[in-house]
């Protein structure tokens, strides 16, 4: 019986080694990814009250204000992103997405260069009552949020 005790006190400091080795190993190609991996969502307030480098991509989001989106040569479109409390110009260059349009949320992808954000990617809304949680937590952080029908949107 003596024996039976030894066998599974060493097969539990197995599997806790291997259990530790493999966390270890996550950590470790988390260290080595490049800094574009991670890429945070930021408010029109955030990006205003702290504006970051050019060099830095990073996801702005919130709803594209009314009567701003103007189409320019070719596939260019430039339009104002607001979260109620600040604006920012966004440029994009590229085909929308179906369901973007004016006064419905969306996150941008691109860098904040000179005063306005170049985006590189657009999402838009999966339909009339999605919208992504960050922008709903910094709408409601503005007071600007009022969900759709009554009911909280979620994604």
Do not use: W
Not at 104 to 125: H, P, T
């Amino acid at each position: 019986m003596n024996g039976l005790k030894s066998l599974k006190k060493r097969r539990r400091v197995q599997v806790i080694a291997i259990a530790g080795v493999c966390v270890a190993l996550v950590l470790v190609v988390l260290a080595f990814l490049p800094a574009e991996s991670f890429q945070f969502f930021r408010s029109p307030s955030e990006v205003t009250q702290a504006p970051p480098p050019p060099t830095e991509r990073f996801r702005i989001g919130g709803l594209v204000a009314e009567g701003t989106l103007t189409r320019g040569q070719g596939e260019q479109i430039s339009f104002l992103v607001t979260d109620g409390g600040a604006s920012i110009p966004v440029v994009f260059t590229g085909i929308l997405p179906d369901l973007f349009e004016e006064g419905q949320g969306m996150v941008a992808q691109g860098n904040y260069v000179n005063g306005r954000f170049e985006a590189v990617e657009i999402l838009a809304k999966h339909d009339e009552t999605y919208m992504p949680a960050e922008v709903v937590d910094a709408l409601k952080e503005q007071g600007v949020y009022q969900p759709t029908n009554g009911a909280a949107a979620t994604n």
